[in-house]
């Protein structure tokens, strides 16, 4: 029995809310391939709050960071609001993991099997991976295939610009294993989680399959490929240059043959270097240049055939390389269209997402909004019978008041209408013509002056301008006080004196 495994970077915006299917009820009406009634068999591994986990990992650094700033614009408020609004740098990591494919999972055993595989490999990611914090991590077993959905954030350190801690997927996985390839960091670090779930198969008597992508068994044997032809483009670069060495040699001797005949010496020096004459006549730094030709000339026409015989194989290396590299070439293409049409439609659902999510949002604010209208609407009510009951109340209390008041002026008219006949009857002693002037002091003159005005001070401050106006134009003796004196004699209540000295 064998398994494919499956370690993919998800290429659409992470939606916590699908993966561990808390989502609206309009939104599963856009999942068609999720079997609802399936859901309570997700296994859901962790699930925490990302904005928190920000603050769990970056607030420290974020505080030392803004501690060293002197201008505040320079300061980060939000590192997740920071990071979120990056072009660059991702939020988070979403890795989708699976084994086996679709027509393995016919048999309940084999679900099981993969779940296993599954919570095992994850049981150690955390201690294998210390710097991708992973958030959210959930086992899918309502779908075709059982498949998890990993999200992490990776953090790494020793950062001297900007805060100590960034988000930082290459450097974190490389801070936590610095064996990964440096060129291509992520590609290995995947392959060794892959070998991983790969071993956990073989502990079951399952080998992994080989598909799609799969057919070089890891990214290291397709770069081995790769170095393995541009090492043959150096060879080729190397024996063409040689090549060129050789047909500069080859001219260099034909321009030999012109040298001049100037004596006849023995030797066999013609079948050496090829010239057709068997005796010429050189001079001595020719004949040396000639022997040292035909010494280069052996060791080139050896070199010659043992490149011969390197080009001969390294074209035949180079033809089978060149249909491995169209058939690379074609499948690249293919991936490349697939992706660009997954991409697109993603792009597309994506636009959706957000429209439904617009509106959605929107409608959450008119709902918010009639809500808080109601509320305050039923407030207002409230207030309103509270009001009226208080005015209610507050018209009693008026009422009273104002009967209340009628008779507090009613008294106090007559306390200043007594106060006016007291003063008039006290202007006798002064002013009377008849048994009621007193033989007064000038000081006591001055004091029945002074009480007049003091009376019509305040008789007229208090609202009783005809009574002040009585009180300094007149003196006599009222009914109330003639009453009280005895019947020997009375006098005129209609008898005036005027006192025009007198005054405020």
């Not at 399936?38 to 990992?57: A, F, G, M, P």
């Not at 990993?150 to 290459?170: C, I």
């Not at 002056?449 to 019509?456: C, I, L, P, R, T």
Request: neutral net charge.
């Amino acid at each position: 029995m064998s398994m494919s495994v499956s370690f993919q970077k998800s290429t659409r915006r992470t939606n916590i809310n699908h993966n561990n299917r808390t989502m609206r009820e309009k939104d599963k009406l856009k999942n068609e391939h999720i079997d609802f009634s399936r859901s309570d068999e997700n296994v859901y591994l962790i699930e925490k709050d990302l904005k928190q986990l920000y603050q769990e990992e970056f607030s420290e650094a974020l505080g030392t960071y803004n501690d060293k700033q002197k201008r505040s614009d320079r300061k980060i408020k939000d590192y997740y609001n920071h990071i979120k609004s990056s072009k660059k740098t991702a939020l988070q990591q979403e890795m989708i993991v699976q084994v086996g494919e679709r027509d393995d999972f016919s048999d309940k055993a084999n679900i099981e099997l993969a779940n296993e595989v599954l919570k095992e490999w994850f049981d150690g990611f955390q201690a294998r991976n210390p710097n991708l914090k992973v958030y959210n991590a959930v086992i899918h077993n309502d779908e075709a295939s059982p498949h998890m959905h990993l999200n992490f954030v990776p953090v790494a350190s020793g950062y001297k610009r900007g805060l100590e801690k960034q988000v930082a997927f290459d450097r974190a996985i490389t801070q936590q294993d610095p064996t990964l390839d440096k060129e291509y960091p992520f590609e290995d670090w995947r392959e060794k989680e892959v070998g991983l779930l790969e071993k956990m198969l073989q502990e079951r008597g399952i080998e992994r399959k080989h598909v799609g992508k799969n057919e070089y068994r890891d990214v290291n044997e397709f770069k081995a490929k790769q170095r393995e032809m541009e090492q043959l483009q150096e060879m080729d670069k190397e024996l063409k240059a040689q090549l060129a060495h050789i047909e500069d040699t080859k001219v260099k001797m034909s321009e030999m043959e012109q040298i001049d005949k100037r004596k006849f010496i023995k030797g066999g020096l013609g079948s050496l270097v090829g010239l057709s004459e068997k005796r010429v006549e050189v001079s001595k730094g020719d004949y040396e240049t000639l022997i040292r030709a035909g010494r280069q000339n052996v060791k080139l026409r050896k070199q010659n055939y043992e490149l011969a015989m390197k080009i001969k194989a390294v074209t035949e290396r180079e033809k089978t390389l060149d249909g491995r590299e169209q058939e690379l070439e074609l499948r690249e293409n293919e991936y490349r269209q697939k992706a660009s049409e997954l991409e697109q439609r993603g792009l597309a659902l994506n636009e959706k997402e957000k429209q439904v999510d617009a509106l959605y949002e929107r409608q959450k604010d008119v709902n918010g909004l009639l809500e808080r209208a109601e509320q305050v609407n039923e407030d207002l009510k409230e207030e309103n019978r509270a009001l009226k009951a208080t005015a209610s109340d507050l018209r009693g209390v008026i009422e009273n008041l104002k009967v209340k008041l009628g008779d507090y002026q009613k008294r106090l008219r007559g306390a200043y209408e007594s106060l006016t006949n007291v003063v008039k009857a006290f202007g006798m002693f002064k002013y009377d013509n008849g048994d009621y002037k007193a033989d007064l002091t000038p000081k006591q003159k001055n004091l029945v002056d002074a009480v007049s005005k003091y009376g019509e001070l305040w008789t007229e401050k208090e609202g009783f301008p005809d009574l002040a106006e009585d009180m300094k134009n007149k003196i006599g003796i009222s009914k109330g006080i003639e009453s009280q004196l005895p019947v020997e004699r009375q006098i005129s209540r209609e008898r005036r004196a005027s006192h025009d000295d007198m005054s405020l």
